[in-house]
Each structure stands twice: as C-alpha cells, then as structure tokens.
T-cell receptor, first 116, second 117 residues
Framework: EAQVTQNPRYLITVTGKKLTVTCSQNMNHEYMSWYRQDPGLGLRQIYYSMNVEVTDKGDVPEGYKVSRKEKRNFPLILESPSPNQTSLYFC???????????????FGPGTRLTVL | QQQVKQSPQSLIVQKGGISIINCAYENTAFDYFPWYQQFPGKGPALLIAIRPDVSEKKEGRFTISFNKSAKQFSLHIMDSQPGDSATYFCAARGVSKNTGANSKLTFGKGITLSVRP
C-alpha cells in the first residue's frame, strides 16, 4: 500500500529534550516536506527536500532541523524543544513539479507533539 | 504576508444544500491550485485540483471554479452530505525562491464545514 508513515503518532516531552519524528514514504517520491498545523493558522511549511541531500527552509524553520540521507526517509529533529513547538505535525511527499502536471502531495497521519 | 486567503472561516450547510468555499491568492506565478480535505485525526488528502488555464473542473459533486483575472477560485460541493463534514484547505503551488523549482505548496488557513442532517 502506497503510504507515508510517521512515528511516533503522539509524543509528550519536556523543554530542551532532543527528539526526532521519523517520516518514511514508499512511493519513490523526490519531494518531501514537513508542515505544522495550528488552530487558526492552517498548515505552515517547516522544511522541504527535493531529493537526497537537498533540503531547504520553508516558512517556519526556526527551532527545527531535517536531513535527507535516503530518498524514502525525511526525519524532523527538534534539538531543544520549547512549548511553542507544541503542535500537530504532518509529513508529506510527492513527485517533483518541474512541469504543469499535477503534483498530489500525500500526507502522513500526523504526529501530535506536546512540549511541557 | 498571507498569500492564500480562504473565506468564510466556517460554514454550516443543510444536507442536500450547496457548500461554497472561496479562496483568493496574490502571486500570479502560482500554477496549480488544489483543494485538500481533512477529517478529524487524519492527514489532509487531495480532493480536486485545477490549473490556471482552465475555468472550471468538475469531479462528481465537487467543482472548482477559477477566475484568473480576479485571482480567485472556489470549491462548490453540490448535494452536500453529512460525510462531507471536514476541514477544507485551498492551496497554490509556486516557485521556490531558493531553487526555482515548482514545488512549494502554500496553504490557506482552512475552513470547517459542517453538514447538518
């Protein structure tokens, strides 16, 4: 089954304790992205990657890191989490859009993070 | 600066009615306009999408109307059903300022649709 998986689905942690949220896709997509969803703010892009070893900042990258060492995996790293990073996080992937063909982004099930 | 604005913020419709959600954008370089549907506890999923060279696209009960000159597009849900109750996001795809590739989706804030039985 074609899918994007995220782990963990739920996480409660304390301020300053490093954590990693994993994301994996099995569709051979070049493009992967992390979003956070907050009430009243919609989906905001954190980081994205267009291929292995190619990553770039989205709209709200502060406090986050990513890496893309393999095509299928795109982990999100919070080196020193703070309470304002409490949010619902989504990983998404798609084929690349160099043409006007449709580029459906497939989203994972989400990770609900609470930082105390 | 919010590049994609949705309205209304929430919508309540009776079963069988028409739900209309509007979206306005600012960047004329956007080249792809999808609508995503999200049910509670799930990730967003693509519902329907349109390119700017087309004025309307219909898939079943869902229609996108696109007005390039006004920089607006809307989602129409005909014969709305309680199962359509969800959060709807419009989005627009643009060019990454760092890479030049058409890959970045900018989302609106989302609207919650409730369809009453």
């Amino acid at each position: 089954e074609a899918q994007v998986t995220q782990n963990p689905r739920y996480l409660i942690t304390v301020t300053g304790k490093k954590l990693t949220v994993t994301c994996s896709q099995n569709m051979n997509h070049e493009y992967m992205s992390w979003y956070r969803q907050d009430p009243g703010l919609g989906l905001r892009q954190i980081y994205y990657s267009m291929n292995v070893e190619v990553t770039d900042k989205g709209d709200v990258p502060e406090g986050y890191k990513v890496s893309r060492k393999e095509k299928r995996n795109f982990p999100l790293i919070l080196e020193s989490p703070s309470p304002n990073q409490t949010s619902l996080y989504f990983c998404a992937s798609s084929f690349m859009g160099f043409t006007l063909s449709y580029n459906e982004q497939f989203f994972g099930p989400g990770t609900r993070l609470t930082v105390l | 600066q919010q590049q994609v604005k949705q309205s209304p913020q929430s919508l309540i419709v009776q079963k069988g009615g028409i739900s209309i959600i509007n979206c306005a954008y600012e960047n004329t370089a956007f080249d792809y306009f999808p609508w995503y549907q999200q049910f509670p506890g799930k990730g967003p999923a693509l519902l329907i999408a349109i390119r700017p060279d087309v004025s309307e696209k219909k898939e079943g009960r869902f229609t996108i109307s696109f007005n390039k000159s006004a920089k607006q597009f809307s989602l129409h849900i005909m014969d709305s059903q309680p199962g359509d109750s969800a959060t709807y996001f419009c989005a627009a795809r643009g060019v990454s300022k760092n890479t030049g590739a058409n890959s970045k989706l900018t989302f609106g804030k989302g609207i919650t649709l409730s369809v009453r039985p």
